[in-house]
């Protein structure tokens, strides 16, 4: 699959056949069974999302770097946090922590009107050229993350591209009725699980969801959660807790 360019010692790497080999030995294996999911990752070239110094491990089982703090998701979590996502033709999608685009296209693949926000202007920038190509109904925001997408709100989903230790308050605001968070919950900064959320704002505050551990946004409302496959997941930085002071 791959050989070493004459002269350069760099390596030369038949994407089209990586890119198959992922879905194949990577993604069909964990029980990704949505054939729309499998048609995209056979599609969308995963390479061009991955920084020069990492191209070469684009379709390697595992995380890459893309700056400080920010990372490309391996593809076996991408596949099932998309499934779990479980996105229905012609939903508003908010991806935040968008990254270089991967997640935001592959929702888009799969029917979806996607709003991407992004901080990093670099990264806004390589994730807007990548989905201008391949999926071009994706719209990016550049703005903080822990600002959601106020100004495209409400969304039938907010698809998380990174871990978190809370789901983001915002959310609260932005979803619409019915609407459902997915993501990376790390459970005490440890180790990590994909989590569908749903509001429940009829729930008391601080009672169970689900049988999943509770996790209370800002006000009186609660998320009801279903934990859904362990993951391991970096954390976003940005949309860390912020630290609470007592007098």
């Known amino acids: 699959m791959a050989a070493r360019n004459a002269g350069t010692g760099a390596p030369h790497i038949d994407f089209d056949a990586a890119r198959s080999l992922m879905v194949d030995d990577q993604v069909r294996p964990i029980e990704v069974d949505d054939p729309r999911i499998l048609a995209a990752m056979r599609t969308l070239p995963r390479e ?25 998701l391996q593809p076996m979590i991408a596949a099932r946090l998309t499934q779990a996502a479980g996105i229905v033709n012609e939903e508003r999608i ?60 409400p969304f039938d989903l907010i698809l998380i591209d990174g871990g978190v230790q809370e789901i983001p308050g915002f959310c609260v605001a932005q979803l619409a009725p019915g609407g459902r968070v997915v993501g990376l919950l790390s459970r005490d900064g440890g180790a990590s699980s994909a989590f569908v959320a749903e509001l429940d704002r009829s729930a008391p505050k ?42």
């Open 206 to 247: 601080g009672s169970a969801a689900n049988g999943g551990r509770p996790i209370i946004s800002h006000g009186e409302s609660a998320w009801a959660i279903r934990l859904q496959f362990d993951a391991p997941a970096p954390l976003l930085r940005e949309l860390l807790p912020k630290p609470v002071f007592s007098f």
């Open 94 to 153: 908010l991806v935040v922590a968008a990254g270089t685009g991967y997640l935001a296209a592959l929702a888009s693949h799969l029917g979806g009107r996607v709003i991407a926000v992004e901080s990093d202007p670099d990264l806004c920038a390589v994730g807007e050229a990548f989905t201008s190509d391949v999926a071009p109904g994706v719209v990016w925001r550049h703005g903080p993350l822990e600002s959601g997408g106020a100004a495209d709100a």
């Open 48 to 72: 061009r999302c991955a920084p020069d110094a990492e191209r070469q491990f684009a379709y390697a089982d595992r995380t890459l770097p893309l700056t400080e703090g920010r990372y490309l």
